[in-house]
């Protein structure tokens, strides 16, 4: 299914998960401390305990958010691509893009797993995870970058209209 533009609702969610993230990535040192004492049988320091939930409960966050944008890119469609870049750019962003929306729920779900079933094989999925997540959003960023500066299409633009649909 193909939309002529994203709706408010896509754009926003968009944005939302990219910011959950951002924060979970530089906001993650409480949690690091707490797993770290709980994995070695020690007490957390009380000030990395709050920490540690706020990760936990904007991790959910973006799991659920991750659940109802793929739900709206399923019913709702997304505008086509641009058509003006090499097929084998056309496949490298559908990979990325691939890769984005499994890690948005693998990173989650393992780091859930890890927490709530004490799953130290869970954690290591979700450090790996992670770490990739961060590699392909850069890669996403510089092809958004690349469709908007060198092809001169209209991709980066679509996501930034804020408009009804």
Known sequence: MQAASYSKTQIWLHWGIAALILIQFLAHDGMEHVWRAFRRGQQAAAGDIPLAYMHVVLGLAVLV???????????????????????????LAKAAHLLIYALIFIVPLSGAAAWFLQLPGAGLVHVVGKNILLYVVLLHIAGALVQHFVLRSDVLRQMLRFRQA
Request: charged fraction near 20%; aromatic fraction near 8%; proline fraction near 11%.
């Open 65 to 91: 958010l991750a659940t109802w944008r793929l739900w709206l890119r399923a019913t709702r469609g997304v505008p086509p691509v641009s058509g003006m870049e090499h097929p084998a750019l056309r496949l």
